[in-house]
């Protein structure tokens, strides 16, 4: 059974399509011992669903991209001295149409990869119970309603990262968040190192894609393409994802960061890195700083951090709406050039963002103009 190439929507149903089982063997490696439906295509899941690195840690969760949906799994490992190098260790995942969903089964899947290393081999395991888990939600609606963040009367922007890591995102990167926020509203790729546990990397990548949130619904028509979130990505997977000119991604191999062409932004701590190619869009302007302290001055206003995440968020809506409005206000008048008098008064900087202005004109307003700083206008 084919899943397709292309992501599905995250506002679909939380109906799942497969469930399965991974296990690690001491002499072949990681195995998928176990799935459901048997015609189901999991290319690589068992690398997908216990990241590299995993040894070190004994539970993780990990979400990633899998034939056009989304993959989420538990990982479990176990010391056992009676076990050949002294440990079991085991993944239980489910695919499905929408990632903020999936992330509610993790409980139940990992009491289910704890119950697979407690089994004497993987193939004594009980798979009733996640058959039946999977029957049961392969076509309902979501355990409960994702998480969603009102903006006012123009509609509701949905939260698809985890609760709190938006403000971790905010605090690792500070003021250069807006570094971050100018390539996911270029739509490039931006790639994170992480060590596992990479459930922590997961959330950030929703976080960082949460950043091109915007309400307007004012882009032109095949122009308003979202940035895809596709979590973590295995050494051997890579190949799959040639083509996409868009994404957030996390690995644990440092070895991608050698590899330019996966990547316009590698993310390594709090460090950002890029090519020479892409050095106009890490300046930290001065207009970043002064936006980032007035949302700094906008979450203190309240205490509690989920309060601050909302406020945050829409923060970023209210921002990204400004920037297109006033590239469609331009689009639509009978001299389609923005001003540098009217780059300033949302908040960005005639010169420094000059040529970021051009790309997302570019991008989403194709006949849209930006005036060259010191520019008279005429020319």
């Known amino acids: 059974m084919s899943m397709g190439h292309v992501i599905a929507p995250a506002d679909q149903e939380d109906f799942l399509v497969a469930v399965f089982v991974c296990v690690f063997d001491h002499r072949k490696g990681n195995l998928l011992v176990f799935k459901e439906p048997n015609d189901v295509e999991l290319t690589d899941v068992e690398f997908k669903a216990m990241p590299g690195g995993s040894h ?11 034939g056009g949906f989304y993959g989420a799994a538990s990982y479990n490992l176990q010391r056992d001295p009676s076990a050949p190098r002294g440990l079991r260790a085991a993944s239980v995942g489910l695919i499905g149409a929408n990632f903020e969903t999936l992330q509610h089964h993790f409980d139940f899947l990992l009491q289910q ?5 407690e089994a004497e081999e993987p193939s004594a395991f009980d798979t009733r119970r996640l058959s039946e888990h999977f029957a049961q939600h392969c076509h309902s609606p979501a355990l409960r309603p994702p998480r969603e963040l009102a903006v006012g009367s123009d509609g509701h922007a949905k939260v698809m990262a985890p609760q709190g890591s938006f403000l971790d995102l905010l605090a690792r990167f500070e003021a250069r968040v807006f570094v971050l926020w100018r390539f996911v509203m270029l739509r490039k790729r931006l790639v994170l190192l992480a060590a596992p546990p990479v459930g922590p990397a997961c959330d950030m990548v929703a976080a960082l894609c949460q950043l091109q949130v915007d309400t307007a619904r004012i882009v032109m028509p095949g122009h308003d393409e979202s940035m895809a ?15 996409v000119s868009s994404y957030a991604a996390c690995v644990t191999e440092r070895i991608v960061e050698q590899k330019p062409k996966l990547h316009d932004a590698f993310i390594k701590g709090s460090n950002i890195s890029t090519t020479a190619q892409f050095y106009n869009l890490m300046e930290l302007s001065t207009s970043d700083q002064r936006r980032w302290d007035s949302l700094q001055q906008l979450m203190l206003q309240h205490k509690t951090p989920d309060r601050q995440e909302s ?4 923060f970023f809506v209210a921002f990204n709406n400004s920037v297109l409005q006033a590239l469609a206000s331009v689009a639509n008048s009978a001299n389609p050039t923005l001003s ?7 908040g960005l900087d005639p010169y420094l963002d000059n ?17 060259s700083p010191g520019c008279c206008g005429c020319c």
């Open 340 to 346: 540098s008098t009217h780059v300033q008064s949302i």
């Open 229 to 243: 979130p596709l979590f973590f990505v295995p050494l051997n997977s890579w190949q799959s994802v040639e083509g």
């Open 355 to 371: 040529q970021f202005l051009k790309e997302l004109a570019l991008r989403v307003f194709p006949d849209v103009s930006i005036e």
């Open 56 to 66: 070190h840690v004994s539970e993780d969760r990990v979400l990633f991209e899998m």
């Open 311 to 314: 406020l945050a968020l829409s």
């Open 113 to 117: 990869a704890k119950l697979v290393n």
